[in-house]
């Protein structure tokens, strides 16, 4: 019923920056709140940033100054801008939508994930 593509990962030296995109489509009423997690080798997945649809923004500590996220409802689209990267941000980079589906429902969607590698 939601198909989110990603798109933004990618190879970036220590210091660097990359922004990330995450476009959602399909049949829906409207999206409520928007989010970027992000998995490492070994590693549990970890909320990175989450938006609400009246744009309240909160940020995980490890990278809070750094990375921003933001939303254009108009082209169902999330996006994180990452700042200064450093090698411990390295990970698979995924984008989690909360939509209503109907007027009793909703339902939470995965995108496919993004690999970004922060290395020199």
Known sequence: QVRLVESGGGLVQPGGSL???CA???SFFSITGMA???QAPG???ELVAFI???GNT???DSVKGRFTISRDNAKNTVYLQMN???PEDSAVYYCNVQVIDSSITSGDYWGQGTQVTVSS
């Open 19 to 21: 922004r990330l995109s």
């Open 24 to 26: 959602a489509s399909g």
């Open 36 to 38: 970027w997690y992000r």
């Open 43 to 45: 590693k549990q997945r």
């Open 52 to 54: 609400t649809g009246g």
């Open 58 to 60: 909160n940020y995980a």
């Open 84 to 86: 200064s990267l450093k």
